[in-house]
T-cell receptor
Framework: NAGVTQTPKFRVLKTGQSMTLLCAQD?????MYWYRQDPGMGLRLIHY???????AKGEVPDGYNVSRLKKQNFLLGLESAAPSQTSVYFC?????????????FGPGTRLTVL | AQSVAQPEDQVNVAEGNPLTVKCTYS??????LFWYVQYPNRGLQFLLK??????LVKGSYGFEAEFNKSQTSFHLKKPSALVSDSALYFC??????????FGTGTRLQVFP
């Protein structure tokens, strides 16, 4: 049982390049989330999904797109990277009873945009 | 709107001493409160949560948190700190759309 995994662990992009971050969970969770973590700002929700085939915007969705084609995977895409997207990205998942349930986090992806 | 505040960027404590990491919240309705810990270069790990019931909640690694409705606080505590407790601690509150709102984090440094 690997929990929540993220690929890649590190990435450096040039401004304007695109990339996709992959999140996978093997806990059969319905809910999945993408956060970004910046110094002094805690974690901010980018997008989330309440089930396969569904996605919704979080607090800071601009410049990102997501897809949830399979229940176990949640992809985060950057179509045209900007230096402001330099951050550490975390994926998380939880069961369907999200209101009181625990979120399980992946190890993070450190992205630098030059 | 729901919010959570962690007033201290860093807390320093000597090993063996009690520790407290502060958190205050603002919610409309019943609060669902969480503490997570982040060790260096790792993702967040769940420590404990308050949903309802006893005001003192016990969690992982000997941590506990006290819910105080009148002071709208949910402070994290441990009777005797360990060097290995040094990490970044996040308080979070569930908002009315079932999403977590995180505080800015408090870095706990435990000195030998």
């Amino acid at each position: 049982n690997a929990g929540v995994t993220q690929t890649p662990k590190f990435r450096v992009l040039k401004t304007g390049q695109s990339m996709t971050l992959l999140c996978a969970q093997d806990m059969n969770h319905e809910y999945m989330y993408w956060y970004r973590q910046d110094p002094g700002m805690g974690l901010r929700l980018i997008h989330y999904s309440v089930g396969e085939g569904t996605t919704a915007k979080g607090e800071v969705p601009d410049g990102y797109n997501v897809s949830r084609l399979k229940k176990q995977n949640f992809l985060l895409g950057l179509e045209s990277a900007a230096p402001s997207q330099t951050s550490v990205y975390f994926c998380a998942s939880s069961r369907i009873l999200a209101q009181t349930d625990t979120q399980y986090f992946g190890p993070g992806t450190r992205l630098t945009v030059l | 709107a729901q919010s959570v505040a962690q007033p201290e960027d860093q807390v320093n404590v000597a090993e063996g001493n009690p520790l407290t990491v502060k958190c205050t919240y603002s919610v409309s309705g019943n609060p669902y409160l969480f503490w997570y810990v982040q060790y260096p270069n790792r993702g967040l790990q769940f420590l404990l949560k308050y949903i309802t019931g006893d005001n003192l909640v016990k969690g992982s690694y000997g941590f506990e948190a006290e819910f105080n409705k009148s002071q709208t606080s949910f402070h994290l505590k441990k009777p005797s700190a360990l060097v290995s407790d040094s990490a970044l601690y996040f308080c979070a509150v569930r908002d009315d759309t079932d999403k977590l709102i995180f505080g800015t984090g408090t870095r706990l440094q435990v000195f030998p």
